[in-house]
């Protein structure tokens, strides 16, 4: 996250553009911070200091007012702020984009007999051979972990019955593995609300009922003597794993219209689920693997033609004919099945909240049931802000006397883009924009209607790019 360069004379902070490590800032109850400038306070970043410990950490439990530290954002403490984007290459043809993505694959899971050694793989610390245990389900991602790795430990987590248990068992016996696992039960449930709550701040439904599986799973693993758990984040968006990648035009979850930019979406999408995940782990007492995260897969699969990601009827096509090698027929072919549902986690959240009198007829029944289970623990979470960083959110029109909002623009793009040189933006009666950034055109998607299930988009033609 800090680099020196010659392009300036102190440390800066440097972010990834997928927010594969949390980041976040220290920030003041008052407002003012000792030295901020008046672009800092609006971008959200902050003086960060290098030196000063107090001022950011990996973790907002260490920060008495966190803010988060957008992804892909570089910044110093002399005003310099620049936002890098994700690449978009061009698409290759089918043949040697698959071929990319195999020889990837083989380097990044060591496939091809060379070890990496820890820290020598662009975006991992950790290599295969160190790795202690693996989140097992038994579908293709997770197995293609254990297949790397094959002195880990499989940990399957789930109620009895569950869809996870039953496919994990069945995949561990066809490699030959033992498998260890982890039971869970409504007291384990609601003993690991408060934790996973107090680790990432977050009280909704969705984001609790995915974090608890990997909690609970990070947690025996642990207790067992494990220091690193693999997992298959990211898999899913770089490989087409979504049923709504395969038509996104017809999908109202999505904007782009095309396979490609569906994944493209997605991954741009990634850092909030990996802070979750991420501080979810660690709270657990164990470090993720996420090789599926390494550079060099990321880099292979956004070369993908959309007919190597998802179909009507086949998802992470690609993935899934590069891992024929080395998983089994019955998780090459196996579905997707999200964790929260096959794990029951979120089916017996519902149910705990009926129990303990939050109804469905009651809206966010189970958010209000989690919450109330958090305050009974007594457990103080983390209250993160968003930053309001001036590439992609701003003030509305009503908070400024210019009845026009003018936002500028200091970005340096991706490599595959020309910087942009502080081009002055306009829009009216607005909520916060975001901001898409191609050759030759800068999108802007204005939330004009809260109601709406898509927001408007606006392309604006600009002589800077």
Known sequence: MLSADSYCDSPRFVRDVLGREPLFREGRSDGEASGETAHQKEAGTGVLS???????????RELTQPIR??????????DRIDQLTLPEPASLDADTALEAVRDATEHVFCFDGEQQRAGASAGLTTSPGAVDAIAFSGGVDSTLLAAACPEA????????????????????AAMGRDLRVVEFTHE??????????AATGRTNPMDVAIAIPLYLVGQQAAADGADTLGVG?????LFGGYAKMADPATDSRLESNTVRGA???LVSGLSGQLERDVLTLRAASVEPWTPFLDDRLIAAALRLPGQLLATEDRHKIALRRVADPYVPAEARDA?????QYGSYVSRELDRLARQAGYKRRIDDHVGKYIRSVVDDAGVTRPSLEEPSWGTFRGRTPEDSADPVWRLPVRTALSREFPSVSAPALSCADSRPL?????????????????SARRPLKHVCETQEL
């Open 50 to 60: 290098p030196g000063d410990q107090e001022s950011w950490a990996r973790n907002p």
């Open 69 to 78: 530290y957008p992804p892909g954002v570089i910044a110093d403490s002399s």
């Open 153 to 172: 430990a499989l940990y399957v987590g789930g109620f009895e019955g569950s869809h996870d248990r039953q496919a994990a068992t069945e995949v561990a």
């Open 188 to 197: 384990t449930l609601v003993a690991a609300i408060p934790e996973v709550v």
């Open 233 to 237: 984040q990211g898999a899913d968006e």
């Open 263 to 265: 994944q493209r979406e």
């Open 335 to 339: 579905g997707k099945k999200a964790v």
């Open 434 to 450: 975001q901001i898409e950034f191609s050759p030759n055109r800068v999108m802007l998607t204005a939330h004009l209607n809260v």
